[in-house]
């Protein structure tokens, strides 16, 4: 059984950036999707963004193109979230997710990553 660790989290300000890391235990196929998700206090988990791990296509939520930027280093077996200009709005929980499907079918999934941003 695969495992997922997120690690990068933190309390940070408006406007800085910050990179979440995601590190894969177990063997990772060709076929799988890594994907980041996110939950806000009181609201629906959300898609963020996903990787395959075959290639270098990305795939990611529309509200976040061009701040955050998913990559992997498959030697590393580790799976990077870029985000940055961070507004209030980016505090979550952060999840890591191993799947088939660049949008659903997660089955996989990380203990989640806090960011805080705050004023």
């Known amino acids: 059984q695969a495992q997922l660790v997120e690690s990068g989290g933190g309390l940070v300000q408006a406007g800085d950036s910050l990179t979440l890391s995601c590190a894969i235990a177990g063997r990772t196929y060709s076929s799988h999707v890594i994907g980041w998700f996110r939950q806000a206090p009181g609201k629906d988990r959300e898609f963020v963004a996903s990787?395959?791990?075959?290639?270098?296509?990305?795939y990611y939520a529309d509200s976040l193109k061009g701040r955050f930027t998913i990559s992997k280093d498959r030697a590393k077996s580790t799976v990077y979230l870029q985000m940055n200009r961070l507004i209030l709005g980016d505090t979550a929980v952060y999840f890591c997710?191993?799947?088939?499907?660049?949008?659903?079918?997660?089955?996989?999934w990380g203990q989640g990553a806090r960011v805080t941003v705050s004023s």
């Open positions: 997710a191993r799947g088939t499907s660049p949008w659903d079918g997660y089955r996989i």
């Open positions: 990787i395959r791990w075959s290639d270098t296509r990305t």
